[in-house]
C-alpha cells in the first residue's frame, strides 16, 4: 500500500517538473534564465520540501535527487545574482564617496598656495596641468568635481533602487 503523503507529493510533483523543465538550459535555447523565475520556482520547491519530504517512500530519494541537486544550484545562483548586486551598490558608493572627498581637494590646494607652500602642491599642479592642458583653476575644479559627484551619487542612488526593487526585504 502506498504512503498518502508520497501520493500527494508524487501529484505536486507532475506540474512542478514540467516547470521546472522550462528552466533548464536546453529548453531555453541559448536564452539566459531571469533570476525572478528562478527565484519563484526556488520558493515552489521549498515549499514542497517543507510540506512533504522527507518520505515515507526511500524508493523515490532516485527522484528526488536530482531535483536537490538543481535546487542547490539555483540556490547558489540566486545569492550569487545578490552579492553582484550587492557588491555594484557599494562599488557606486565607495566612487560617490570618494568624489565627495576630492571636492575638498581644490580648496587644499588654493590655501596652500595662500600659505606659501606651493612646492606641497605642486606634484597635483603639474598633474592637473598635463590632464587639463591649462593652469590649475580651483574654481573651475572644484565645479568639475563637483559635477563628477553628484554623477557619483546618481549611480549610487540608482544601484540603491535597483537592489530594493530586486531583492526586497
Given amino acids: 500500500m502506498v504512503d498518502p503523503r508520497t501520493t500527494e507529493f508524487l501529484q505536486v510533483l507532475g506540474p512542478f517538473t514540467e516547470r521546472m523543465q522550462w528552466l533548464l538550459p536546453e529548453s531555453r535555447r541559448g536564452e539566459p534564465v531571469p533570476v525572478e523565475e528562478v527565484k519563484i520556482l526556488l520558493a515552489e520547491w521549498e515549499e514542497l ?3 512533504h519530504l522527507p518520505l515515507p517512500d526511500s524508493k ?3 527522484i528526488i535527487d536530482p531535483i536537490l541537486t ?3 544550484g539555483w540556490r547558489a545562483r540566486i545569492q550569487g545574482e545578490f552579492l553582484l548586486k550587492v557588491f555594484r551598490m557599494l562599488e557606486a558608493w565607495s566612487h560617490c564617496r570618494s568624489s565627495e572627498q576630492m571636492m575638498k581637494l581644490p580648496g587644499v ?3 596652500r598656495l595662500a600659505e606659501g607652500r606651493a612646492e ?3 606634484p597635483l599642479l603639474d598633474s592637473y596641468r598635463e590632464a587639463r ?3 590649475f583653476d580651483a574654481e573651475v575644479a572644484f565645479r568639475a568635481m563637483m559635477a563628477t559627484a553628484d554623477k557619483k551619487e ?5 544601484q540603491v533602487k535597483e537592489l530594493q ?3 526586497p526585504a
Fill in 165 to 167: 526593487r530586486e531583492w
Fill in 109 to 111: 590646494i588654493k590655501q
Fill in 154 to 158: 546618481e549611480l549610487w542612488q540608482t
Fill in 49 to 51: 520540501e517543507r510540506n
Fill in 70 to 72: 538543481l535546487a542547490r
Fill in 60 to 62: 523515490l530519494q532516485a
Fill in 120 to 122: 606641497e602642491v605642486m
Fill in 133 to 135: 592642458g591649462s593652469e
